[in-house]
């Protein structure tokens, strides 16, 4: 009686699954970049009733030899698929800034994903999560195999969730939001395999990966090591060519502390990220911005012994992630600025455009552009209201944008 | 929401618990003759071997174990989260179910008396991991709170 009653909870969770995809049909209106996420969660809908057919007649087997051995695994079905539910109903479907949302499917359309795959949640840290990764780290890949497989090789496998604190999501952080262009730079790494085919022994999960650092052999553990500062690198690498120097310059100014100096597992160290962030901005053009960045760096670190050199991915493999990311990703280089300028009003210099900014008249250019003119500030930490004239400048270029492709269309 | 946080514990709720109560439900499948050379009884079992003798490994060496692919690192991870002293006291028992299981996969004839002896274990187990999880949770939630 008890089993059938777990059968019947696992079977209503599909009405909770329905009833959360209606939720993001209906948010679709007013959030067009939801769609992908309404594509997710139909298929979703669709395949869970028919996966939870397949498991309960395994467990109904089991039913008829052993009611213990059949009840464990049914709860923990409910248990997973709940976590699941969870974490699909912590995702925000309004209540986002829309220069932010224009911002990060900006970053996507640039690594070619005009159809943007993310949804974004409020957590503590800022992290990218893939579905398939979620999954996997609920046990779906043991306890609900015919869930998983849904997942796997399947677009809504590699649907990203952002994770952001509260803070970023606000438009007075407009100036850090360059660090999201990084973890769109991890959905890119990820299903380019630009890091992964450099190393084909190592697994593509990160929870495997950290566990090998942690258990695995003296080369093993090397290789996940590698593996996963590359990816760094390589985030940061996109990074720089969607947002130019302005990733450097936040990464420098707001992620960087004395504290986080040591690397970890998976990042390297971080004045690193930053020599090396700035030097990319500078093959861009942005000479000036990474000498003030690399400068500012130097004050911060001079008391401390920084920089050791034991930990240093081969740089083989870094030059050519590095090759094969610019060969795919277009810049933001420092001299379109001026066109772009040029374009918004002609005879505009890149130095009255930024002064124009900072005196919050209306610009509008590609946001990249926006949060470059912002770069370096003469302060480190810039004002709230500096950043809140940077949204409405990122807010106005997508609304001109707009407007330009509905005249051509119009046109054509 | 600490969704990431949230990720990881159940991540490593999966290995302890979760592995182990899906082991159960294999050998439960296997005393099954019908069912014993099934796919979803292989699936299992060969979870089980894995586990069992990740466990063998973890519990005789503790971090001294070298895993040898991302799969038994993770188990070798989750399981060295437990007290080493108790995974000591697991070891003859959990290698008796290892035994068990791969026999069974091996195709020999396997009494159900051993295939319920190892089930006990393997639930003995389970809840002990759990205790633990719970209670390690808990005094770093105190610690958190402080």
Known sequence: MALERGFERVRERSSRFAELHERVEKAVFSWPFLAELEYCTRQIKDAFPKAVDARL??????????????????????????????????????????????????????????????????????????????????????????????????????????LLPEQLLQRSSSLNWSVLAHEVGHAYVEESRVVSERFPRMPTSWTELRALVQTGTEEDKKEARDLMQLNEYACDEVAVRLTGCAFA?????????????????????????????ARLASELGFTKQSDQIVSLLEQETRDVAVTVTD????QVHLEAISAAIKKAIPASKHSDIASLCRDHVPALSTEDAAKELRSGRPLALDPWAVLCLATPDETIHASEKLQEIIADAIRLGQVRSRFRKIVKTDAS | MKIYQSLADASLYRIVALIPEQIVFGLALATDRTH????????????????????????????????????????????????AANLWEWHDRMFLVKGVIEGLLAGAETENQKLEAANEILLGFAAFAKQTLSSVSAAEDLQRAR
């Open chain 1, 57 to 162: 007649g395994q467990i109904e087997k089991v039913k008829d030899i052993s009611v213990s051995a059949a009840v464990r695994p049914l709860r923990n079905i409910e248990r997973a698929t709940d976590r699941f539910l969870g974490v699909l109903g912590s995702l925000r479907l309004g209540n986002i800034p829309g220069e932010l949302v224009e911002f990060v499917a900006w970053c996507f359309e640039r690594i070619g994903r005009p159809d943007p795959p993310f949804a974004i949640a409020i957590d503590d840290k800022v992290a990218m999560l893939t579905m398939i990764e979620i999954l996997a780290q609920q046990g779906f890949k043991e306890v609900f195999p015919e869930f998983y497989d849904v997942f796997e090789e399947q677009r809504v496998g590699h649907f990203v969730v952002l």
């Open chain 1, 249 to 277: 310059w936040r990464l420098l100014t707001d992620f960087f502390s004395l504290e986080q100096v040591p690397s970890t597992s998976m990042h390297p160290q971080i004045d690193k990220r930053v020599r090396r962030a």
């Open chain 1, 311 to 314: 930990d240093d991915v081969p």
């Open chain 2, 36 to 83: 014993r050379a099934s796919d979803e009884t292989r699936r299992n079992l060969e979870l089980g071997r894995e586990f069992c003798e990740v466990f063998h490994h973890v519990s005789q060496r503790g971090e001294g174990y070298r895993a040898t692919n991302g799969s038994t690192a993770t188990i070798a991870a989750g399981i060295q989260e437990l007290p």
